[in-house]
Each structure stands twice: as C-alpha cells, then as structure tokens.
C-alpha cells in the first residue's frame, strides 16, 4: 500500500526540540519531492519546508527558517523535520506531502494523516 | 510572498446544487494553482492541478478554471461527501502559499 506515516509529534515546553518522522511505503520514496504541510487547531494549511529528491535544495517559510531543518534518508525511505526553539505558534498537525512529479503538477497527491506538535508549558 | 485570497470563507448548498469558490492571486502565478479537498480528521485530498487538470479518481463533477489572476473551483452538482473544507495552493513560487479555506455545508 502506497502510504506516508508520521511519527514524532508529542508536547514539548516553549524552547524545547523535536524531531518528526515521516516514513513511506509502497512507492519509490527517492524519487519523490517532499514536504512539510502544518495545520494549527481549527485553522488552515500551512507549507512548512521542502526538500528535493536527493536532498540537494531545500526551501522554508520564514517563520520556521533558522529553527527547523528539513532532511531526508532514502536509504531508509525516511523525511524528517528537526525542530528547535519551538514557538506556542507552532502547534499543529504536521503533515508530510509529497509528489514525483512537482515540475508538472506543482501540487501534492500524496500526504500522510498527521502527528501533533503541542507547544506549551 | 504571494498572497491566495479565498472566497467565501463559508457557504452553505443542499446536494444537487452548482457551487463555486474563487482564489485570487496577489500577482501573476500563471496557472500554478492547485485545489484540494479536506474532510475534518483527515488529510487534504488533491483535486485539480495546474488551475484545471483533473486528478486521477476525482469525479468529473470537479473543475477548476482561471482568469487572469483569480481562480474558480466548480462543483457542478453536490453530492453528500463533497461537505469539506476546500483549499487552493500556489505553485508558482517560495513560500509555497494555501488560502484560507472555504467550508461548504450543507443547507
């Protein structure tokens, strides 16, 4: 089954680090472009941070630039996100999204259900 | 950075009827716009790309068009699992940007 599932997400007090996992299956993980989407509680889609296929470019949001690190293990058919300094603001879902082909569709047909990142003390 | 205005944030439509929803564009993205579906506990479902591909799957009751910069969802007849929240997203350059969501409800 072609799947991405994330794991990591917990609550860490304001300052604190965390690292999200993303692991997918069932596909070709390292031909696929992928990203971090977040949705703070009851808000809207936020894109966090890309990373190319082979982990060559990378992009963030201002917001998160200087305090996460997006990265990749294709070997391991693994995405992480190393957060630090962590703001109340970023509370959220955070999604892992991705797509082979982002150069044609500029849009992501493949996401994972989410893991919670709850900052507060 | 762009900014994606969505409208309306919420309207309410009963199953059979035509809806539209409108992302507008602060400059030109031309047709780097995609379009997504979300049900409440779930992840975002791609809908439509580069402004009107259909995604593979999604029912030929979807469409998406666009006029310079503003950018319309249609859904030509709704049925009962079209009620989600609906999103747009650019493409055209970093920060990749979303709009605010339209949440359609049923009448």
């Known amino acids: 089954e072609v799947q991405l599932v994330e794991s990591g997400g917990g609550l860490v007090q304001p300052g604190g680090s965390l690292r999200l996992s993303c692991e997918a299956s069932g596909f070709m993980f390292s031909t696929y472009w992928m990203s971090w989407v977040r949705q703070a509680p009851g808000k809207g889609l936020e894109w966090v941070a890309n990373i190319k296929q082979d982990g060559s470019g990378t992009n963030y949001v201002d917001s998160v630039k200087g305090r996460f690190t997006i990265s990749r293990d294709n070997a391991k058919k693994s995405l992480f996100l190393q957060m630090n300094s962590l703001r109340a603001e970023d509370t959220a879902v955070y999604h892992c999204?991705?797509?082979?082909?982002?150069?044609?569709?500029?849009?992501?047909?493949?996401w994972g259900q989410g893991t919670m990142v709850t900052v507060s003390s | 950075d762009i900014q994606m205005t969505q409208s309306p944030s919420s309207v309410s439509a009963s199953v059979g009827d035509r809806v539209t929803i409108t992302c507008r564009a602060s400059q030109g993205i031309s047709s780097c716009l995609a379009w997504y579906q979300q049900k409440p506990g779930r992840a975002p479902k791609l809908l439509i790309y580069r402004a009107s591909s259909l995604q593979s799957g999604v029912p030929s009751r979807f469409s998406g068009s666009e006029s310079g910069t503003d950018f319309t969802l249609t859904i030509s007849s709704l049925q009962p699992e079209d009620f989600a929240t609906y999103y747009c997203q650019q493409c055209k350059s970093f920060p990749l940007t979303f709009g605010g969501g339209t949440k359609l409800e049923i009448k």
């Open positions: 999204a991705s797509t082979d082909n982002w150069y044609d569709i500029g849009a992501f047909d493949l």
